[in-house]
């Protein structure tokens, strides 16, 4: 498929749900709490309002059968669910309403009855190649071409479901190309040196996390000296030469923790400048998800939609989710990552962020060998956030096979991407959980082995 193009199929099931929005006055839609399903709520949400139709948003942590039943009980005439909906195909299509749902994760049943746009259908990997807010953003494009200015948003969710980070891909490309042309997004040069002021910058920095400097006032300082930078300097300020020495001090520091090559080139990835948002897609993105995470969704949508108050009071909540998720990611660097024979597991009930310190561990201090999971058992119902690598994808290992399996072995429910995914089970059975996991991540390991 020439990524630039959208497939026919796709845009025949996007014509047909911007038909159904238009025969309507009210869209009730429903998305995923993080950052990729809010901005996909907030690009549908503007949408709807440019086409006139009054709207309600409810942001979901999980689809499960608990929320499956309050999508079921709500009296409306449309559905609209983003960033969910792949594993309740069936029960969706049972709803009285019209239902559209344009999702990206691994799919269940393709359906019958209802508008399902998914990159999955069309032979486009939803892992890397197009996420919720593409898939909303495609079909916001198709029900009016003025919503390409909401181009800007959808790189926020694929910022933030990580699906930049080895290059634009299929659906993604199509937003992209038409972004730059329109001259919503600027392309900026890739780094492992943090943009700002270099000793808060590095002292709070998770992506790269730099052990002995991230989290550390005294180490960030020493760092910035070894490399013979005066701490009070900014990024933007370094000069070609002070720029060269802190990149290779970094990548130094990173070779050391046993980084992969992968992984280095990942963290000095192009970054997407978006000069009417006056930041860049990774840090929106960060804004919303923070709002998300501390549940405040509804500040993310309307931050999403542009309200000015609401994007300073996510700009606050994400600098207290950075500051979070040092705290986690330094309590694992501290003993608290446990070894299991094909799993590497952390408690996270106390720190919280579960995902964004299972990310930051996989790639800059676990095993690499093994996926990493981050286990919060904070309430009776357990969440579970999961982490792989392509090289571990690569030997076999189904994150979102093995969670959906793990988890409805212990009463739970779970599934996502074969490189990320989540789930949720009773608090109580979380030895049982691990277990079940480790087992088999070990058979999906010697079937593929079995293979070569």
């Not at 943009?195 to 052990?211: F, H």
């Not at 520091?253 to 997407?272: D, G, M, N, W």
């Not at 400048?273 to 993310?300: K, S």
Request: proline share 4%; net charge negative.
């Amino acid at each position: 498929m020439d990524d630039s193009v959208l497939p026919p199929k796709l845009l025949s099931t996007l014509q047909a749900a911007a038909e159904l929005i238009r025969g309507h006055d009210f869209i009730q839609i429903y998305s995923h709490y993080d950052a990729d399903g809010i901005t996909a709520a907030s690009i549908a949400a503007k949408a709807a309002l440019r086409a006139g139709k009054q709207f309600r948003v409810t942001i979901m942590t999980t689809l499960d059968d608990a929320n499956m039943a309050v999508i079921a009980g709500t009296k409306t005439e449309c559905v609209l669910v983003t960033d969910l909906g792949a594993s309740f195909i069936p029960q969706l299509e049972a709803l009285p309403c019209d239902v559209i749902v344009l999702d990206h994760h691994t799919l269940g049943v393709q359906a019958q009855r209802i508008c399902y746009a998914n990159p999955h259908l069309y032979g486009i990997d939803g892992m890397n190649a197009g996420c919720g807010a593409t898939m909303a953003f495609l079909f916001a494009i198709t029900l009016d071409e003025r919503n390409w200015d909401l181009a800007p948003v959808a790189l926020a969710g694929v910022a933030g479901d990580r699906q930049h980070l080895a290059g634009m891909k299929g659906l993604n490309v199509f937003l992209l190309e038409g972004a730059v042309q329109r001259k919503l997004v600027q392309l900026l040069p890739g780094s492992l040196i943090p943009v700002g002021s270099l000793a808060s910058a590095l002292y709070m920095n998770t992506d790269p996390y730099i052990r002995g400097v991230s989290g550390s006032s005294d180490g960030t300082a020493q760092f910035l000296a070894a490399a013979g930078i005066p701490d009070n300097k900014e990024a933007q300020d370094l000069s070609d030469d002070e720029r060269m020495r802190l990149s290779s001090l970094i990548a130094v520091k990173l070779i050391a923790q046993h980084t992969s090559q992968e992984k280095l080139e990942e963290a000095a990835r192009t970054r997407y400048y978006l000069p009417a948002w006056h930041t860049d897609a990774e840090t929106l993105a960060d804004m919303l998800n923070a709002c998300g995470r501390l549940g405040l969704a509804g500040v993310g949508v309307a931050a999403g939609l542009g309200d000015p108050r609401c994007l300073d009071q996510a700009r606050e909540l994400a600098a207290s989710a950075t500051r979070a998720t040092m705290d986690g990611v330094l309590a694992v660097d501290n003993g608290g990552l446990c070894q299991l024979a094909n799993i590497q597991w952390f408690d996270s009930s106390d720190s919280g962020f579960t995902g964004m310190v299972a990310g930051t561990v996989m790639n800059y201090l676990g095993d690499p060998a093994k996926p990493t999971i981050g286990i919060n058992c904070s309430e009776p119902t357990a969440k579970v956030s999961s982490r792989g690598t392509n090289a571990q994808l690569a030997r076999g290992i189904d994150l979102a096979n093995a969670l959906k399996r793990s988890c409805d072995a212990v009463g739970g429910q779970g599934g996502g991407h074969r490189i990320a995914s989540g789930g949720a089970f009773p608090s109580a059975r979380r030895e049982e959980f691990l277990t079940k996991l480790d087992s088999i991540i070990g058979e999906q390991l010697a079937a593929a082995a079995k293979k070569v």
